[in-house]
């Protein structure tokens, strides 16, 4: 089975504070997504880094892949309230049978002060 | 706007019962997966279908079974609730290839 470690579990923070949320396995992923959930909704969709090293931005987020395709990492610049929510990274298993299945991190939960 | 569709945001089931959590998606995706969500653990994959009739178990099958009778709609079943069975149950699809797009999630309390 593989697993993900994703840390800090919790993230307190004010307003345009900066921070890195860190997803780390001992497997090697054939691509590494992050999600976003907010409260009684399901997660979301922000980006899926698929080559080793490669860095993606979304406005004020950067993603990064792991040269060894096995740890990622999200940076937040200048976090805002509305950055607020849980961060889910999620890994999916290369094998060729794995039908996209995902095996997800604990979850970081941050807040973001006024 | 794709959508998965999940037919409950919030039950209330006794111990003992049989439970129907229903998924329904509009965007023709072949892969349907059900988890569930608890504090401090995560998303569990419970099962999954990559197609039509097709279902594998995922890492926490037991106590659940799934059917998937068309494309569009997979279904979780609790055989027999019990109370350790509580969370919250969030259904996906994805296209192959793609990402995951999530339902909004079904509350389960089994008392």
């Known amino acids: 089975t593989q697993l993900l470690e994703q840390s800090p579990q919790f993230l307190s923070i004010q307003e345009g504070e900066n921070l890195t949320v860190y997803c780390n396995s001992s497997s090697v992923f054939s691509s590494l997504q992050w999600y976003r959930q907010e409260p009684g909704e399901g997660p979301v969709l922000l980006v899926t880094v698929v080559t080793g090293g490669e860095v993606k931005k979304l406005k004020r987020l950067t993603f990064q892949f792991g040269d060894a395709r096995k740890d990622s990492s999200l940076h937040i610049t200048a976090a805002q309230p509305g950055d607020t929510g849980l961060y889910l990274c999620?890994?999916?298993?290369?094998?060729?049978?794995?039908?996209?299945?995902?095996?997800f991190g604990q979850g970081t939960i941050l807040t973001v002060h006024p | 706007d794709v959508k998965v569709t999940q037919s409950s945001r919030y039950l209330v089931k006794r111990t003992g019962e049989k439970v129907f959590l229903e998924c329904v998606q509009d965007m023709d995706h072949e892969n349907m997966f059900w988890y569930r969500q608890d504090p401090g653990l995560g998303l569990r994959l419970i099962y999954f279908s990559y197609d039509v009739k097709m279902k594998e178990k995922g890492d926490i099958p037991e106590g659940y079974s799934v059917s998937r009778e068309k494309k569009e709609r997979f279904s979780l079943i609790l055989e027999s609730a019990s109370t350790n069975q509580t969370s919250m149950y969030l259904c996906?699809?994805?296209?192959?290839?793609?990402?995951?797009?999530f339902g909004s999630g079904t509350r389960l309390t089994v008392v």
């Open positions: 996906a699809s994805r296209r192959t290839g793609g990402g995951y797009t």
């Open positions: 999620a890994g999916a298993g290369a094998g060729g049978t794995s039908y996209g299945k995902l095996t």
